[in-house]
């Protein structure tokens, strides 16, 4: 039987290692005591304590922030899971008794994603589950990588082309490049098109940093054909409306795309790739009953083998 020194030491610990998660996490010693509801000092002396103990540094100062060392992303990995575990224990206790009342669940995704991927998966979630609170974040481009990263969000939801180590992604389906043009545009009704006959009129493409611009920079580099941008614009929804009102043509993933759009579509998979949408989730983090039953109706909704995503994050 475990001794009243013992249990303390291990109770301890666990109060350690969760304010020394926090302060990873935050990269603050302040908003890491915020969270766990403790005092500045209470927090340094936990995080110093287990320095101690470890025989290692865990932190490199810089004034107000802090950075984990070689160590101490070592530790970070091999504890985020176990404090998150206990931070989420009543929660997991529930699921696993068939109850999931309470909690919440966070998903970052882009404007497409939201309006033309999930929309039927959020209501049969927040149908089955009404009691949890559910967030979309609307991220653009990288964003939602670096809300993974930072814990900001349980998963995303969206296409990656170049999967980081850090993180695991499973594709959910796949949609098709589209050339989009104004229903009287000259290019409509030709019987296949060339990216020589792309060339000649203007494109309006998201802006430079994203991944749209750098395929369509880079297949028509790859063919030798010149093109020109018109006008940088984020969201899909806004390149349709211009691309509506005639002021250039765009290629877009058919994601995008509804019945009501007022557009002409031209496919264009003869040079650009399809783009797979799926579910991106931090290497080795622990997943949220809530995230786990979102992933469960997810696979139901796309038939796409995710619900076991957690065994691909070793």
Known sequence: MASNQQI??????????????YAAQTGSISEAAELVFLSQPTVTLQVQALERE??????????????????GDILYRLAKPLVEG??????????????????M?????????????LPESIRRFTTT???????????????GLEMIRSDEVDLAVGSLLEVPDDVTYRSLMTYAPMLITPLSHPL??????TLEDISPYGLILPPRKLNTWKTVDLVFKQHGVNYKVVLETGGWEV??????????????????????????????????????????????????????????????TFSAPIANINNAQS
């Open 105 to 117: 669940l966070n998903i970052a995704a882009g404007e497409s994603t939201i309006l033309n991927v």
């Open 86 to 103: 206990m931070d989420k224990l009543e929660e997991t206790f529930a699921s696993h008794c068939g109850r999931l009342e309470t909690g």
């Open 129 to 143: 589950y009404p009691g949890v609170e559910l967030k979309l974040h609307n991220v653009k481009g990288r964003d």
């Open 54 to 71: 470890l025989d290692v540094v865990l932190f490199e100062r810089r004034g107000p922030k802090i950075r984990l060392t070689p160590e």
């Open 8 to 21: 303390y030491y291990k109770q301890n610990r666990i109060k350690q290692l969760r304010a020394f998660c």
């Open 188 to 193: 409509v009704g030709k019987e296949r098109i």
């Open 239 to 300: 390149i349709k409306k211009y691309v509506e009102l005639g002021i250039g043509i765009s290629i877009v993933t058919s994601v995008c795309l509804t019945n009501t759009d007022q557009l002409a579509r031209i496919p264009l998979a003869d040079y650009f790739p399809y783009r797979s949408y799926g579910v991106v989730i931090r290497r080795g983090k622990f997943l949220s009953p809530q995230a786990k039953r979102f992933l469960e109706i997810l696979d139901k």
